[in-house]
């Protein structure tokens, strides 16, 4: 029984009831037409375009199962499946001559398809997707990667934490040497002589400070995890930390004092936040002590420039750091702090001329000073940081070191404990030690059955003289012929940049000054040489036939 309801009327409906009517009624005039899917679906598709759902061109009809397209071996699509992620059809046949285009045809792309075409227009030099599969695996000697053949490596001044040699051949030198061979090698290591017998123990030996065996004390940076645990007594105790850091500081005066009388080519210092490699005059193509730091911090900077430590930033040209007048000549840091302030006084001239400076706020003394500083702090912990000391600001920077407070971590597993120094030869409080080399033989798989494949691996802080060391004696133990892969400490990677120079040296006066430094000859003459590679550091190594073929 119908109740009467004021202002009822029984003609009307709610908007959805509406919109299933025309959808009936549009279904009986298909069900009486009975027209084939195919004309059908581009307006689905088109449809669907409109809404802006990414679709990719449907399966031939009767795909699977060989049905017919309304068959009951037709497969019924999942409706809870998304648009976007249905399975990708191995061969999609091109449209057939029924189908209709639309007027405007738009490309069917999934949503990668779709990110690649953003990162395509924003960066044109990526790679898409579908071209990952063919550049997965590179080849060593494609031309986009940088490499180079010689006779001689490149001088490579990063410090190494693995090598892996490997040979056809094996690597007997790496065996237990008996105890006649290691006292001769140690002997005329110690006594930077001629090296006869055996090679090997000289290319592996190196001097430390402090010796801690039971922490490890190289790499310091990011070393927090491997220390974490380990017994540190002077971490709460500031009488051991006093005399820890007196110690360190006579070794590091007795490396430098080395250092400045060409006894010792070069040594580095390893804080927990950046390190210092020392290099001698006539090494690296300089004729003064060199200095570099990486990576530093605004902060170390601005210390560094209130102990009047003159440096410079080589990988920053043309910035706010150095400003060159017309003639070339460096300003100093007052004068770019004058002309910077100039600068910004003219900036806002323009406003007055205008007569609108009062009602324009301008910016504070306090805001200005955080825009020029912003690309300071922006490259700090980057090898762009890289700080370069030259001359008699090395004996400046040695006092800053020594005295510095952020030279040793005040709380962690490293606090109290002072920096690594690492040199090829002896200094005041060193301790000889030695890298570790492990030989292993494994078989191969080859056309003709098995074969033996050698290889050596050899861990420590692996420095520039023992990496030319271990190259020549393998390039002879091992007839000319190994592969090597080399992993660098990071930090000092960007060691290896071109510095600029005033004037060319004779080689032949750098090499007889550096005489008694304690290298091989071969070694010294690899390192007088000018740094090539950069940021980068040597990675992959392969010898052929005495000829290297490498890459950084």
Sequence with gaps: MALSVPGYSPGFRKPPEVVRLRRKRARSRGAAASPPRELTEPAARRAALVAGLPLRPFPAAGGRGGGSGGGPAAARRNPFARLDNRPRVAAEPPDGPAREQPEAPVPFLDSNQENDLLWEEKFPERTTVTELPQTSHVSFSEPDIPSSKSTELPVDWSIKTRLL??????????DHLKAQEEA????????????????????????????????????RIGADRKMAGKTSPW?????????????????????YNLLKTKLCPYFYVCTYQFTVLFRAAGLAGSDLITALISPTTRGLREAMRNEGIEFSLPLIKESGHKKETASGTSLGYGEEQAISDEDEEESFSWLEEMGVQDKIKKPDILS?????????????????SVVLVKGINTFTLLNFLINSKSLVATSGP???LPPTLLSPVAFRGATMQML????????????????????????????????????M???????????????????????????QMDKVLDMEVVHKELTNCGLHPNTLEQLSQIPLLGKSSLRNVVLRDYIYNWRS
């Design 473 to 499: 004696l393998l390039k002879s133990s091992q007839s000319g012929s190994f592969s090597a892969v080399l992993y660098p400490h990071e930090p000092t990677a960007v060691f290896n940049i071109c510095l």
């Design 368 to 384: 200005i000073k955080l825009r020029k500083e912003k690309h300071e702090v922006q490259m700090d912990h980057r090898p762009e």
């Design 436 to 471: 570790k080399a492990r030989s292993v033989n494994v078989k191969t798989q080859a056309l003709s059955g098995y074969r033996d494949q050698f290889s050596l691996e050899i861990t420590g802080p692996i420095m520039p003289h023992s990496l030319h060391s271990l190259t």
């Design 414 to 416: 490293q606090a109290g």
């Design 184 to 219: 001769q090698g140690l002997v005329q290591h110690c006594r930077a002589t001629e090296v006869t017998l055996p090679k090997s123990i000289q290319s592996l030996i190196y001097w430390l400070h402090p010796a801690l065996s039971w922490l490890p004390l190289f790499p």
């Design 165 to 174: 040699f490997t040979s056809s051949q094996p690597f007997t030198w790496a």
């Design 235 to 255: 971490s709460n105790d500031a009488t051991l930390q006093h005399v820890l850091m007196s110690d360190w500081s006579v070794s590091f005066t007795s490396l």
